[in-house]
């Protein structure tokens, strides 16, 4: 799943010299030499490397997004501004950083969602505008 996926030129041409697409539907399994789809399998050479694309790398959904960000002294990364998911984990840092308590931290970070419908892209943006409100009365933040 691309969420907000950017990609250069130079990344277009390199995709275009991907000779061999596969369009079986979901994978069932991975077995030495083979795919394992639901009604086919599909020869695969020996040794094939396979990474899953399939899974998110870090709980964006609005399902995992009830638990704070800072909470016993621990760090969850989440999105904050979206899409920009390494400037939500800068202002998290900046946060952990500049504020004492976590409710305090907690305040300047609504949880957003990294949309992958148009449907869900209006609620990440308004999380991300109450977001920059909230930080613009702050002048170290917007610092």
Known sequence: MFYYATISPDEV?????????IRNGRVLAIAPGKLVFAYSEVAVPEG????DCTATAAPFSTQSNTNPIFK????????????????????????EANYEIDEARNALANLGPLTDTPATYPYGFLVTMMNRGAWSQYEKIMA
């Open 48 to 51: 094939s490397l396979f990474i």
């Open 72 to 95: 016993d002294g621990l760090i969850t990364l989440k999105p904050l501004h979206v899409p920009l998911v390494t400037f939500s984990a800068a202002l998290a840092a900046f946060l």
């Open 13 to 21: 041409e390199l995709m275009r010299r991907v000779s061999k697409v």
